[in-house]
């Protein structure tokens, strides 16, 4: 392969490309743009859910237990209902999404040993009612508001238990106290992210989804010289296939190290998440990525032949498998195997787990092998292909 | 002019009919897309490598561990808790722990549960024992399931066995206590459990199936896309060509022109949409609860706006390369305000009012409350204001700037 | 250099179009010999298969049968080698029309790896010579179509190839830059270059040293264009009448007519050297056609092709005879 051909192709891409001032703006800062305002939206966890109270016993203690409720991060009381059915009808409007029903007698059951035990025996005088439609944030929906009224309601108790704690005898009083105290005590501690912040998660995750977009791009030069008749040309003349698919890529693996300098500073200024890999390493590894992504949409770029197609094609690769499927929002690893095994040709299930392991867990290659050898793989093979495929003829 | 349309129509028709490759992407792609992404998202979170070190090795520290081994959210992973104590080094250990493996064949561990020395002892004199859990911080949503049903599964142990603990020290027996009694203090105890814990419902998708809330979103955003991207490229590829001089000096007014072209969008996008619609139900076992004709029906007017969006796009842009990176971003944004990862009510409030401007909000809402809710009109009548104030907005814009580059063209 | 520049035996090439996939004849057993240092015109109606022969001939369309070699070189295996040697012009403008006369001829350039000085004065006479210096810096899409031909001719030349074949160059291009780019051609042939280039003009193919006329994929002449006037049996009269429709359609009765050919308000007859002027004639006015003049005129290789393609089609096709715009279409 002759490198002067690479470069000279290569020096054409780029003049295309920033001959077009709208693609050159889109493929450079559409990235970013897109980080910041993704991350922004969606780096909250499931937080101010709203939460309608039906209050049956209208007493200080359930007033005191809604307070406690609207005080939690994930839960917003947003109103009262008169009763379950009008309740259940802003369940409907999405008025809300959690219902707290508190029954009458609630009070009596927290604050006399007597209710106490009527509580241990026929259960405590509150429901709840949850929307489940969105499983994720009605899981911890109900657990917020399951944690809170059982903090709330053990505080009460114990309260109350150390009140009466004159006129019991000390067994009596040891097994009111025993039973008001977990067994176990649990400690948790989260490593790489401590306060286990959605923006840390998504961010790192996001730099590898969004350089899908050089990829897309890519899909169609080919096509694009087969249109307007400059292919014809080209391949009359004595420069090598190889020369043509890698000059072509070049200039895209250079706009998206762009991107990722860009995004790399925005994740660690603006974000402010940590970075605790080795930089070069991680800009070594991105333009394997990059290229990785770019050999398969060289690929697409060569199997279809019209421009249209190419973009539907690369749409469906790109788009969808590699946000729903990149590990971004759901965990790869509790796909069905089937489908894991889908996923080893997505560069981006990689390039998710490099940025996220170089970016949260500070790993270098010892642990990225496994990833690297991939990308690699994809790369070379992606290359390969399609210079095999790639015809210095018109037909 | 109908028959004008028609003519359009029928060429784009033709176009894709002569194109067999991206007739099966357009027709068939989604759907078989949505197939794969569907069964991988709707998954349980389950399996989740766990590793455990017990420092107590008693009876009660094993069975401890025989009982998160039933639990189907964990695989316990022994090899690497070996590991994990071999080394002195903790910080150390715990990163070699967290960053073994492969996602495919043996994922990394996501939580670490240690059991401390004493746990037994502690436990039967009702101390409190303290067991830590470590979660993988870089694997933020599997760790938190693993943690949820790790505190619930250990408080549950603990509880039976201080029950048995007491139970045995008020007969004077020693600890364990016999079979039978054992197993009975078990029924008692979670029977207590259960009841002393307040009654939770759960609406519209009681078993929290995971598909019933992906699918949905995945079938819109994949026919939102099919629907703008044809849009866009009908429009985007004349324009390319250079055809659209001819479309404009032929005596068609412009709406004639985004009408006729809108037919065979509309074919794309709704043929897709009867498929996806069809996949959730059949495959992914998503109710259909409210009524199905007024979401056909509303299907077509949703398909109208995006479609409008899909001419915005290629209007504002010279190329179909231009315009699918138009798409590909705006995509992104979409993506978000379906509220497919986080509700939009758990956004910053200027986000929350931003997403007004995104139509599949609003879809989203119809969509979910017919298939799940069985709710009407009376109840989503607002996001179909929204929806046709949009659609007026969109479509009046593509017109505006249609005229433009006509009036630039003559 | 006296080894032929293209030979080519049995050239073959089939074509599957269209929704069934039918099978379509571009080229059918082309045999073809060109020395070095012609001129060749390859002459045709649309379709009648000269662009997929300069494709095959170039080594960017695989032959599907028959076989040729392009100075020495096999056009499959060799095709690569040939690519060295050669200037090749598409039908179409080939080159980037967002890039600008200059970018596009150093692209070539660095192609062809013509490198430093060379390239400079290289790039400064082909500019000269083609009179594109004043629009360097012009973008490729705001030339026009004559400008575009001239850029497309001088970066086929950045190499000083040996052959250099151009698909239709004058197709689009206005009568004054069509002269002027035909200038060029013949400078180039005197200055000993070979040069195959097809075209649907007829008057073009006067300016060639041979020529060979194509038709429904296959050659059915090849020779100078004084050989192919030769050629045309008979004689051509020119006839000039009050009304020529008339005219036309009694003299396709005369038996000894062999052709009509309608020219603005001249209509050109061929036909055999029996029917005498004076014969044809006396059955126009017979039939009430006044006859301002007819007299003869020498053969012009538009007579002679439409002639041999009305032959060809009447004696290929199954329809008794093809009418002109048959022909073309």
């Known amino acids: ?395 | 002019m109908l028959n004008r349309i028609l003519n359009i129509a029928w060429k784009d028709l033709l176009h894709l009919w002569h194109n067999r490759l991206l007739l099966i992407l357009v027709l068939f792609g989604a759907a078989s897309e949505m197939l794969l992404i569907g069964w991988a998202t709707g998954a349980d979170v389950d399996d989740l490598t766990t590793v455990i070190v017990d420092y107590d090795d008693s009876t009660t520290s094993r069975s401890l561990i025989a009982a998160l081994e039933d639990n189907d959210t964990f695989n316990l992973d022994d090899d690497a808790a070996d590991d994990y104590r071999n080394n002195d080094d903790r910080d150390d250990a715990l990163d070699d722990l967290f960053t073994s493996g492969n996602y495919v064949f043996n994922p990394e561990p996501v939580m670490l549960i240690e059991i401390p020395e004493g746990f037994e002892q502690q436990l039967q004199a009702g101390e409190q024992p303290e067991v830590l859990l470590t979660l993988n911080g870089a694997k933020a949503l599997p760790s938190r399931t693993a943690r949820r049903a790790a505190e619930e599964e250990i408080l549950t142990f603990g509880a039976i066995e201080r029950a048995k603990a007491l139970a045995a020290s008020e007969s004077g027996q020693d600890v364990p206590v016999s079979a039978e009694q054992s197993a009975a203090i078990e029924q008692i105890v979670l029977t207590q459990l259960e009841t002393t814990q307040a009654n939770i419902t759960v609406r519209y998708n009681e078993d929290l199936d995971r598909a019933h809330y992906t699918t949905p979103s995945e079938a819109a955003f994949v026919l939102y896309i099919m629907t703008i991207m044809a849009a866009a490229l009908l429009l985007a590829r004349e324009r390319e060509y250079g055809t659209f001089e001819q479309l404009l000096v032929m005596p068609m007014r412009p709406f004639e022109i985004i009408i006729g072209k809108s037919i065979s969008a509309m074919f794309v996008g709704y043929a897709n949409f009867i498929l996806l619609l069809g996949l959730m139900n059949v495959v992914f076992g998503v109710p259909v609860r409210g009524s199905l004709p007024l979401l056909l029906v509303l299907a077509i007017g949703y398909l109208f706006v995006e479609l409008g969006r899909g001419f915005l796009v290629a209007m504002v842009t010279r190329t179909q390369n231009q315009a699918l990176l138009v798409i590909m971003l705006i995509a992104f944004v979409d993506i978000t305000f379906s509220g497919y990862a986080v509700p939009v009510e758990s956004m910053p409030d200027v986000m929350q009012f931003v997403a007004n401007f995104f139509p599949i909000r609003h879809w989203m809402i119809i969509l979910r409350g017919i298939l799940q809710k069985d709710i009407g009109l009376s109840v989503f009548w607002p996001q179909l204001v929204w929806l046709a104030g949009l659609g007026i907005l969109i479509n009046g814009a593509t017109l505006w700037f249609f005229r433009r580059t006509l009036g630039e063209q003559r | 250099m006296s080894e032929t520049m293209i030979e080519a035996q049995d050239l073959t090439r089939t074509f599957r179009s269209g929704f069934r996939r039918k099978r379509i004849t571009a080229v059918e057993n082309l045999n073809l010999a060109i020395q070095p240092g012609e001129l060749f015109g390859l002459v045709g109606p649309d379709g009648a298969g000269k662009t997929t022969t300069l494709r095959m001939l170039a080594g960017i369309l695989k032959p599907s049968s028959g076989q040729a070699t392009v100075n020495g070189h096999d056009i499959v295996k060799g095709a690569e080698d040939i690519k060295q040697e050669l200037g090749y012009m598409p039908q179409q403008f080939g080159l980037y029309p967002d890039l600008t006369v200059d970018e596009n001829m150093n692209f070539v350039c660095d192609v062809f790896d013509v490198m430093g000085e060379e390239r400079q004065t290289r790039m400064e006479e082909l500019l000269d010579f083609t009179g594109l210096h004043d629009i360097r810096t012009r973008r490729g899409r705001n030339l026009s179509g004559g400008m575009q031909k001239k850029l497309g001719l001088a970066a086929a030349l950045v190499h000083k190839p040996k052959l250099l074949l151009l698909d239709e160059p004058s197709t689009g291009v206005d009568p004054v830059a069509r002269r002027e780019f035909w200038d060029i051609l013949t400078t180039l042939h005197a200055a000993g270059s070979t040069v195959v280039v097809s075209t649907p003009y007829m008057d073009e193919a006067e300016r060639c040293n041979r020529v060979g006329l194509m038709y429904g994929g296959q050659m059915m002449i090849c020779d100078s264009p004084s050989g192919i006037k030769r050629m045309l049996p008979g004689s051509v009269l020119a006839l000039r009448a009050d009304n020529l429709t008339l005219a036309e359609d009694v003299l396709k009765q005369v038996p000894d007519v062999l052709d009509v050919q309608p020219y603005g308000d001249v209509l050109n007859i061929i036909s055999n050297d029996e029917a005498g002027a004076s014969a044809i004639e006396s059955r126009l006015t017979a039939a009430g056609v006044t006859v301002d003049s007819l007299r003869p005129t020498p053969p012009r290789m538009e007579e002679a092709f439409i002639y041999f393609v009305r032959q060809y089609a009447s004696g290929d096709a199954a329809q008794a005879a093809a009418s002109p715009t048959e022909v073309t279409a």
């Open chain 1, 1 to 395: 392969m002759n490198q002067r051909h690479v470069w000279a192709m290569a020096r054409k891409e780029w003049l295309h490309m920033t001959r077009d001032p709208m693609t050159i703006f889109l493929l450079a800062i559409g990235p970013v743009l897109m980080l910041v305002l993704v991350a922004y939206s969606m780096a909250t966890d499931v937080e101010n859910v709203p939460t309608v109270i039906v209050d049956h016993d209208n007493s200080a203690v359930s007033t005191a237990l809604e307070a406690s409720l609207d005080d939690t991060v994930v839960l917003d009381v947003t109103g009262h209902a008169d009763d379950q059915d009008d309740a259940e009808s802003e369940l409907e409007r999405r008025d809300a999404k959690v219902i707290v029903i508190i029954e009458d007698g609630f009070e009596d059951q927290v604050t006399s040993l007597a209710g106490m035990n009527d509580m241990l025996t026929a259960g405590p005088r509150l429901r709840f009612i949850v929307d489940g439609t969105d499983p994720i944030s009605a899981e911890t929906a109900m657990e917020a508001v399951v944690e809170e009224s059982e903090r709330y309601i053990t505080a009460q108790l114990q309260q109350t238990v150390d009140n009466e704690a004159e006129n019991l005898d000390e067994t009596t009083l040891a097994m009111y106290r025993e039973q008001l105290e977990n067994p176990v005590i649990i400690e948790a501690e989260n490593r790489y992210n401590k306060d286990l912040k959605a923006v840390w998660d998504l961010v790192p995750a996001l730099i590898a989804v969004v350089l899908v977009l050089p990829g897309m791009s890519i899909s169609t030069v080919i096509a694009r010289e087969r249109s307007e008749g400059t292919l014809e040309a080209l391949v009359a003349t004595p420069i090598s296939k190889h020369a043509i698919l890698l000059g072509k890529t070049l200039p895209y693996v250079f706009v998206a190290m762009i991107n990722v300098v860009l995004m790399y500073i925005v994740a660690r200024l603006v974000f402010g998440v940590p970075f605790r890999g080795n930089l070069a390493l991680y800009l070594a590894l991105s333009s394997l990525y990059a290229f990785a992504t770019l050999a398969v949409g060289l690929l697409f770029s060569i199997l279809i032949r019209s421009i249209e197609a190419a973009l539907w094609a690369s749409m469906l690769f790109f788009l969808f498998p590699g946000m729903l499927l990149s590990g971004m929002f759901f965990p790869v690893e509790v796909f069905p195997f089937i489908v894991k095994l889908e996923t080893l040709e997505l560069p981006v299930v990689s390039g998710v787990l490099i940025n996220r392991g170089m970016f949260l867990q500070g790993v270098g290659v010892r642990v990225l092998w496994w990833n690297i050898l991939l990308l690699l793989v994809i790369a070379i093979e992606g290359f390969e292909i399609a210079s095999r495929i790639f015809k210095k003829r018109i037909a």
